[in-house]
Nanobody
Framework: QVQLVESGGGLVQPGGSLRLSCAAS????????MGWYRQSPGKERELVAA???????NYADSVKGRFTISRDNAKSTVYLQMNSLKPEDTAVYYC???????????????????WGQGTRVTVSS
């Protein structure tokens, strides 16, 4: 079955950095679009970044210039490098996968088995 296992979350001070990883199994990783959603308390889930099988990337305006998504097909792993972190980046971050970027645009368009369990990021001094 599909498994998406995130790691790398934690507590970091404002201005700091974290790198999230998501190891995938049960899918043909190299042909999948991968992405990261996040959800803060009381807010809806937000698509943070996505990367297609060809390496094209998309970012939410709130993270452009600070976050970088990348993938290693040999390791079936997608990464999210987060720099210059702000308190408003505090959230649970979820790894997701879909056939195409258009299938990642809303949480409802992603089947439940294509979500990881989430990793918590807290940005606080």
């Amino acid at each position: 079955q599909v498994q998406l296992v995130e790691s790398g979350g934690g507590l970091v001070q404002p201005g700091g950095s974290l790198r999230l990883s998501c190891a995938a199994s049960g899918i043909i990783f190299s042909i999948r679009t991968m992405g990261w959603y996040r959800q803060s308390p009381g807010k809806e889930r937000e698509l943070v970044a996505a990367i297609t099988r060809s390496g094209n990337t998309n970012y939410a305006d709130s993270v452009k210039g600070r976050f970088t998504i990348s993938r290693d097909n040999a390791k079936s792993t997608v990464y999210l490098q987060m720099n210059s972190l702000k308190p408003e980046d505090t959230a649970v971050y979820y790894c997701v996968t879909a056939q195409n970027v258009s299938d990642l645009l809303t949480p409802q368009s992603i089947g439940p088995r294509y979500w990881g369990q989430g990793t918590r990021v807290t940005v606080s001094s």
